[in-house]
């Protein structure tokens, strides 16, 4: 079935309606940034306003990080062995946390945000160029979703530079004390946003099918 771009951002607008309750996973590390940022603050002074943001950030971001953790070594198992998946998940998760720890540079928080969607949309290119949809099934496993993995794939490309651009662009027009309130909502934003857009590719799916 043929659609216009019309009716493909009706479609996609659509899907936003009557969302589900969202997980307080998704809510908890925003909680700690907007909590422990204003105390930091506080207690350093304002001659310390870098490593104030640092330090709440990198809570926040300790916090996001362990509760995707097992998530990350699942789908990690998917391709690699224990071993390797155990040492690529600690070496994810502890880089970008030892980073922040040694930089009390708000603009390094904000840039390891944009790092993130460069190398999760890199991978996926990645598998559109080798013309696989090996890391799209380890995000959705189920049976039902297989026909989907190759659109899913290219979805996430878009996805991920998608928020790429938004983020540079948060940093370039908002100032960093603000931008941190954009990024503790903003897994509220990237949930609300992939489901909508993995909905999107299930009915054009669908309606090629028909």
């Known amino acids: 079935m043929h659609r216009t771009p019309f009716d493909l951002l009706r479609l996609f607008l ?25 105390v930091l603050s506080v207690a350093l002074g304002s001659e310390n306003g870098g490593q104030a943001f640092a330090t709440a950030f990198l809570l926040a971001l300790a916090v996001r990080i362990g509760m995707g953790f097992e998530g990350m070594v699942r789908r ?58 090996t890391t799209a099934a380890s995000f959705w496993p189920d049976e039902e979703m297989r026909e989907h993995l190759p659109n899913l794939t290219r979805m996430m490309v878009v996805y991920n530079f998608g928020f790429l651009l938004l983020n540079e662009t948060m940093i370039r027009v908002v100032d960093p004390s603000h931008w941190l309130l954009f990024w503790a909502v903003l897994p509220i934003i990237g949930h609300t946003v992939l489901r909508a857009m993995v909905l999107t590719v299930i009915n054009l799916d669908a309606g090629h099918e028909a």
């Open 14 to 38: 659509s899907l936003f309606q009557d969302m589900p309750p969202l997980s307080r996973a998704l809510y908890l590390p925003g909680a700690v940034l907007l909590l422990s940022y204003p």
């Open 76 to 133: 990690m198992l998917t391709r690699y062995s224990a071993l390797q998946a155990t040492t690529f998940a600690l070496l994810l998760a502890g880089g970008p946390l030892l980073v922040i720890a040694l930089v009390d540079d708000p603009l390094w928080c904000q840039r390891m945000q944009s790092l993130f969607y460069v190398v999760i949309g890199g991978v996926f290119l990645q598998d559109i160029l080798h013309g696989r949809a």
